[in-house]
């Protein structure tokens, strides 16, 4: 079946250092990669997606690339902010579900 | 709406009892979808509307898990005899057409069973 392995945390980082959250995938076919962010308190935000391989999903300064060849979908930021500090959680669709990762904890520090 | 919307919010429940879990869809979004969210994990997937029509029901746990939207709008999940480890956020999430669509989330209830 489909699963989605990403990164334990919790990740700590300080501010304006880079940030990349390693994602790999099971699937069959050819699923849409995502990556939703949950700030503290807050529900889950679509943060960017990619639907085929080779595409790269990219917002606020956040982006991955669809990898066929190492099903992986591994999210990067050049410079984080302390706003970042939050749960990022790496999905895959198929067949109308969404299937997440466990869910990467991000600490960003002054 | 301007999101996706879900009442209560919080919900504190005996363990027996009975509860229902509200979803508002954004306005005009034909697919609706049900998680599950345990502490520190990802949610998992527990059914899906197109409309008023239930399509999959497959991540339902068990027979006393329900859902329904009957006039293709909101939608409430109810759990019936709630058991300690139905503690967990339940999340709501709505799509505009097709459910290849990305899926947009409301804040979701969190409910314990004491």
């Known amino acids: 079946g489909n699963s989605v392995t990403q990164m334990e945390g919790p990740v700590t980082l300080s501010e304006e250092a880079f940030l990349t959250i390693n994602c790999t995938y099971t699937a069959t076919g050819y699923p849409s990669l995502f990556w939703y962010v949950q700030y503290p308190g807050e529900g889950l935000q679509l943060l960017l997606k990619a639907t085929k391989a080779d595409d790269k999903g990219s917002n606020k300064g956040f982006e991955a690339t669809y990898r066929k060849e190492t099903t992986s979908f591994h999210l990067e930021k050049g410079s984080v902010q302390v706003s970042d500090s939050a749960v990022y959680f790496c999905?895959?669709?198929?067949?109308?579900?969404?299937?997440f990762g466990a869910g990467t904890q991000v600490v960003v520090t002054p | 709406g301007a999101g996706v919307s879900q009442s209560p919010r919080y919900k504190v429940a005996k363990r027996g009892q009975d509860v229902a879990l509200r979803c508002d869809p954004i306005s005009g979004h034909v697919s609706l979808f049900w998680y599950q969210q345990a502490l520190g994990q990802g949610p998992e997937f527990l059914t899906y509307f197109q409309n008023e029509a239930q399509l999959d029901k497959s991540g339902l746990p068990s027979d006393r898990f329900f859902a329904e939207r009957p006039e293709g709008s909101v939608s409430t999940l109810k759990i019936q005899r709630t058991q300690q480890e139905d503690s967990a956020v339940y999340l709501c999430?709505?799509?505009?057409?097709?459910?290849?669509?990305?899926?947009?989330f409301g804040p979701g209830t969190r409910l314990l069973v004491l």
């Open positions: 999905a895959l669709h198929s067949w109308g579900k969404l299937q």
């Open positions: 999430a709505s799509s505009l057409r097709q459910v290849t669509e990305t899926q947009y």
